[in-house]
């Protein structure tokens, strides 16, 4: 859990670090530093979801071609 909340950090700061340097803006700063973090976990769920899919479309795929070749 340690490290997951450092990582959050880091994360965080690399969002306000860059978004100040490109904009010169604390509040653009801020502002990008909450909301991509928001942005980015709903990103992973339906990553997540489509990477599921695949799995189970290439277990189904390989369980046809084992019962095809009798295995």
Known sequence: MIKTMTFACVHF????TVTYLLTGSWVLGGLIALVEPMVNTVAYFFHEKAWERIGQRRAKRQGAMNEALHI
Not at 13 to 16: L, P, Y
């Open 13 to 16: 700061s690399v969002a306000f």
